[in-house]
Nanobody
Framework: QVHLVESGGGLVQAGGSLRLSCAASGRTFSRYRMGWFRQAPGKEREFVGAVSRSGSSTWFADSVKGRFTISRDNAKNTVYLQMNSLKPEDTAVYYC??????????????????WGQGTQVTVSS
């Protein structure tokens, strides 16, 4: 089992940047593919991006492609979500998640086994 804790959320103006962190504890961090999701009020949780176990591959939702990046430091058991050129529509609670099997594409909520508690990101216009 792995325990995930997100941090770094907050209030930022449109066009600004934030970096979210997700610290993991428990089983070996490098055995998990890591994903970021977000959920806005009244909406379903949606895929933002993911990173492979080694960190060599990342992929993103079209809505954030070119603005967000993901990296991980397996020595520090941490995954990061760098968010640039933020828009009001990026406002949501952001969650990191861990996928042990890494069998499918990694862009579905159902593929992930463990979740953090979430961190609020608010982008003002």
């Amino acid at each position: 089992q792995v325990h995930l804790v997100e941090s770094g959320g907050g209030l930022v103006q449109a066009g600004g940047s934030l970096r979210l962190s997700c610290a993991a504890s428990g089983r070996t961090f490098s055995r998990y593919r890591m994903g970021w999701f977000r959920q806005a009020p009244g909406k379903e949780r949606e895929f933002v991006g993911a990173v492979s176990r080694s960190g060599s591959s990342t992929w993103f939702a079209d809505s954030v492609k070119g603005r967000f990046t993901i990296s991980r430091d397996n020595a520090k058991n941490t995954v990061y979500l760098q968010m640039n050129s933020l828009k009001p529509e990026d406002t949501a609670v952001y969650y990191c998640a861990a996928d042990e099997d890494a069998i499918f594409r990694g862009n579905s909520v159902n593929e992930y086994d463990y979740w953090g508690q979430g961190t609020q990101v608010t982008v003002s216009s």
